[in-house]
């Protein structure tokens, strides 16, 4: 079949007519499949913000030693505050005795300076005693500057005091032991506090106080009487040898001048007769 070149020529606006509605929706496609396939490829994809990883929460095993421990306070007795800082810790209704561990001790004049060592040890026992529950409260008497208080408690340097102290007017146990100058440590004091605890203060070498001469308890103290003869003590003590020397031998002959103008002044007795019936003339 043939056609004519004016046919032809006729039906393509009628043929481009029926593509164009064709051609759009082939765009549309053709654009909406290069949209997807630009967003797959070449886009960028926003992306979720980064979460930081956080460590899992370990409960803390650690001991408790391992925290910073307060140390114990050393208290300084005196004449003027030794009871009240023994009471201090004391309950009004307590029943069980609360400790005290109290170092006497001295200087040139009361320890002849061997009082180092004793010291040492000590202050090394209080710094153990801070991380043992229930320890001692400690405290330090010098008899270099309290002398009249060590005559009230009759002590000495280089010895230790324990006190278990309970509410007046109840009894105060009293105990002391001696220390070597020299040869005293830290873990002698800690072997002390140990046997005391497990056996008693008599197998840890320690002598009960008692008598007319104990701190609380003693006749002394009752009446008074303790600090006046502490003072009188101690002021013989500070008196020089010599002084003491020419005082003595200046009472000693007034006394013997007494003595023998007395045995002067006293008349003579007269003389004996003779017996009677003796047959003398």
Partial sequence: MRFSTSAIVLALPLLAAAESPLDQYKAKFQNFLGSFAGTAGGATVPQAAEVPQQKPTV????????SPVEPKHIERLTLANWKDTLYAPVQPEATTPEEWWVLVTGGNKTCFGRCGPVEKAF???VEKFSTIPNSPHVAVLDCEEEPVLCNVWSAGASSLWVFDMLP????VDVYWKRLNFTTITAADLLETFDKETTEGKEAAG???VEGA????DGTLARYNLAVPIAYALHYLSIIPSWAMMLFVSFFSRTMMNRSMGGAQNRPANPARGAAPGDGRS
Avoid: C, K, R
Avoid at 59 to 66: F, M, Q, R, V, Y
Avoid at 168 to 171: D, F, G, I, Q
Avoid at 213 to 216: G, K, N, V
């Fill in 59 to 66: 409960p803390d095993t650690e001991p408790a030693t391992s």
């Fill in 123 to 125: 202050g090394e026992t």
């Fill in 168 to 171: 007046p007017p109840a009894a």
């Fill in 206 to 208: 320690f002598q009960l």
């Fill in 213 to 216: 001469l104990h701190p609380f």
